[in-house]
């Protein structure tokens, strides 16, 4: 399987090629040439390997389809190292549990920092390990985080040889139950960096350190954002498993409500239905940051202002573009790149937003593509969340919380709705409170992280600051 670029570059690469890197070098995003497609006899036998053998030997299946430069056994270990029930609590892996008539909730947030993020992320430590050795290189990721990409990272990348995590955090502005997560990791290759200043603070730190090339050549500087292929191929794999936990046969159709932000967990969506998943719908939730759901209503795609991003409850979705968008728009206009050049590499920069309902063929597409969308808003999560746990006795967190209010708005009858649990509410605690009046239970492994001992450096927001501290531990 070859990969190219959506903005026309069409050097010949494989996996382990683009698995480092991040934007194609004519800024575009990787895609795989074409979609290999699953057959009703292939959909039967991906089917019972899921319920026989279990997650990991399906996640084998799923990514060799795509990958043909890591060895069959080798990947199958990495699989099978990668999704255990110790690490993501059930033999299962993403169990599926009925809401109420029609809507189902898939768990993807047992990992180790009860996000879906670790279902591409902790992959990602092993795929990162192992190619790295391949290679006999090293791999310094620097990174900036509010809350949950930085924490994902760090469990996934936490004692593996060969990389280490720089991690630049706003000092004092994550929850305490997040500081805990992340400041309590002792292992030598991780650094928690809280810098004085805000998020944006943090990302023109990584970004003024990213555009020094001999710097970044030098430290051998990577990043593990949500625009890399390998992330978003490991969340196809637990589409499949939804639709097998919710179906007994391949006539049935499903769809999926999916929390969005950067879009990167419905791409992964738009990949398995390309491959011939069935699906009916993919319905995209967004927050009171509603550029997906305008783009889905209207066809236009209007990047926001930092000023016109809103915090929200629902802070994982608080995005003003989104980054794996491209992705998507990309196959949605016939695969055209210049097409799509003009559109995200011009028209985005130049006005800030681009209108597809001038393109013929818009509205079919999307229809064809099977995508709607909706929002949801603080008042929405609250009585979603209210509403979930005096009825059902089901407490879910803010960001499933929007996917339920959404999904409820478009389900069919006689086609399960699966909505994607991204995150445990736990770490949303606050506005849990504000919905029911009480605390959400804590994960056992949990308790008691406040108090445990942190391991963290505080800086001024100072590129030369971050500069020798990188090059003070890469030793
Ligand atoms: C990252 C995240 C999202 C958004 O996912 P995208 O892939 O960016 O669309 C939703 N919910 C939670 C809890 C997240 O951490």
């Given at each position: 399987?070859l990969?190219?670029?959506?903005?026309?570059?069409?050097?010949?690469?494989?996996?382990?090629d683009i698995?480092?890197?991040?934007?194609?070098?004519?800024?575009?995003?990787?895609?795989?040439?074409?979609?290999?497609?699953?057959?009703?006899?292939?959909?039967?036998?991906?089917?019972?390997?899921?319920?026989?053998q279990?997650?990991?030997?399906?996640?084998?299946?799923?990514?060799?389809?795509?990958?043909?430069?890591?060895?069959?056994?080798?990947?199958?270990?990495l699989?099978r190292?990668?999704?255990?029930?110790?690490?993501?609590?059930?033999?299962?892996?993403v169990?599926?549990r009925?809401?109420?008539?029609?809507?189902?909730?898939?768990a993807?947030?047992?990992g180790?920092?009860?996000?879906?993020?670790?279902?591409?992320?902790?992959l990602l430590?092993?795929?990162?390990?192992?190619e790295?050795?391949?290679?006999?290189e090293?791999l310094?990721?620097?990174?900036a985080?509010?809350?949950?990409?930085?924490?994902?990272?760090?469990?996934?990348?936490?004692?593996?040889?060969?990389?280490?995590?720089f991690m630049?955090s706003?000092?004092?502005?994550?929850?305490?139950?997040q500081?805990a997560?992340?400041?309590?990791l002792?292992?030598?290759n991780?650094?928690?960096?809280?810098?004085?200043g805000?998020?944006?603070?943090?990302?023109?730190?990584v970004?003024a350190?990213?555009?020094?090339?001999?710097?970044?050549r030098?430290?051998r500087?990577?990043?593990v954002?949500?625009?890399?292929?390998?992330?978003l191929l490991?969340?196809?794999?637990?589409?499949?498993?939804g639709?097998?936990?919710?179906?007994?046969d391949?006539?049935?159709?499903?769809?999926?409500?999916?929390p969005?932000?950067?879009?990167?967990?419905?791409?992964?969506?738009?990949?398995a239905?390309?491959m011939?998943l069935?699906?009916a719908r993919?319905?995209v939730?967004?927050?009171?940051?509603?550029v997906?759901?305008?783009?889905?209503?209207?066809g236009v795609?209007?990047?926001?202002?930092s000023?016109?991003?809103?915090?929200?409850s629902?802070?994982?979705?608080?995005?003003?573009?989104a980054s794996?968008?491209?992705?998507?728009?990309?196959?949605?206009?016939?695969?055209?790149?210049?097409?799509?050049?003009?559109?995200?590499?011009?028209?985005?920069?130049?006005?800030?937003?681009?209108?597809?309902?001038a393109?013929?063929?818009?509205?079919?597409?999307?229809?064809?593509?099977?995508?709607?969308?909706?929002?949801?808003?603080?008042?929405?999560?609250?009585?979603?969340?209210?509403?979930?746990?005096?009825?059902?006795?089901?407490?879910?967190?803010?960001?499933?919380?929007?996917?339920v209010?959404?999904?409820?708005?478009?389900?069919?009858?006689?086609?399960?709705m699966?909505v994607l649990?991204?995150?445990?509410?736990?770490?949303f605690?606050?506005?849990i409170?504000?919905?029911?009046?009480?605390?959400?239970?804590?994960?056992?492994?949990?308790i008691?992280?406040?108090?445990?001992p942190?391991r963290?450096?505080?800086?001024?927001?100072?590129?030369?600051?971050i500069k020798?501290?990188?090059?003070?531990?890469?030793v």
């Amino acid at each position: 399987m070859l990969y190219l670029s959506t903005r026309g570059d069409q050097t010949p690469k494989h996996f382990c090629d683009i698995l480092l890197e991040g934007l194609a070098p004519d800024g575009g995003l990787y895609l795989p040439a074409h979609y290999p497609t699953v057959d009703d006899a292939t959909l039967s036998r991906l089917r019972s390997v899921y319920q026989n053998q279990g997650y990991a030997e399906l996640a084998f299946e799923v990514l060799s389809l795509y990958i043909d430069d890591i060895p069959a056994a080798d990947l199958k270990a990495l699989c099978r190292k990668t999704y255990t029930a110790e690490v993501f609590g059930t033999p299962e892996i993403v169990p599926l549990r009925s809401l109420e008539d029609g809507i189902w909730l898939e768990a993807l947030s047992n990992g180790p920092t009860l996000a879906f993020k670790d279902m591409a992320m902790q992959l990602l430590g092993n795929l990162f390990e192992y190619e790295l050795a391949r290679r006999g290189e090293e791999l310094n990721i620097l990174g900036a985080t509010s809350g949950d990409t930085g924490s994902a990272a760090e469990y996934a990348m936490r004692g593996k040889k060969g990389v280490r995590v720089f991690m630049t955090s706003p000092a004092g502005r994550m929850s305490p139950f997040q500081q805990a997560q992340m400041f309590s990791l002792m292992d030598d290759n991780i650094f928690n960096i809280a810098v004085d200043g805000v998020f944006d603070d943090c990302q023109d730190m990584v970004k003024a350190v990213s555009n020094d090339l001999d710097f970044k050549r030098k430290y051998r500087i990577g990043t593990v954002n949500s625009i890399n292929w390998a992330r978003l191929l490991a969340q196809v794999v637990y589409y499949f498993a939804g639709y097998f936990q919710a179906t007994q046969d391949n006539s049935e159709k499903v769809s999926f409500t999916v929390p969005s932000g950067n879009f990167g967990n419905v791409c992964a969506g738009h990949v398995a239905r390309m491959m011939g998943l069935p699906v009916a719908r993919l319905v995209v939730a967004t927050n009171e940051n509603d550029v997906l759901d305008e783009f889905f209503k209207t066809g236009v795609y209007r990047v926001r202002s930092s000023a016109d991003t809103h915090e929200t409850s629902s802070p994982s979705m608080d995005i003003s573009k989104a980054s794996n968008f491209e992705r998507f728009v990309f196959d949605l206009l016939g695969r055209d790149a210049a097409l799509t050049k003009s559109y995200f590499g011009d028209a985005l920069g130049r006005v800030g937003f681009f209108d597809l309902e001038a393109h013929p063929t818009f509205s079919q597409a999307a229809r064809r593509y099977g995508f709607d969308s909706g929002k949801s808003t603080h008042a929405d999560r609250l009585a979603t969340i209210k509403d979930t746990w005096e009825h059902h006795g089901m407490m879910i967190d803010t960001h499933t919380a929007d996917g339920v209010k959404v999904a409820r708005e478009h389900v069919q009858a006689g086609v399960p709705m699966i909505v994607l649990e991204t995150a445990l509410p736990i770490k949303f605690a606050e506005t849990i409170v504000e919905a029911t009046g009480r605390e959400p239970d804590r994960p056992a492994k949990f308790i008691g992280i406040e108090a445990l001992p942190k391991r963290v450096v505080t800086m001024s927001a100072d590129v030369q600051a971050i500069k020798s501290f990188i090059a003070g531990h890469c030793v």
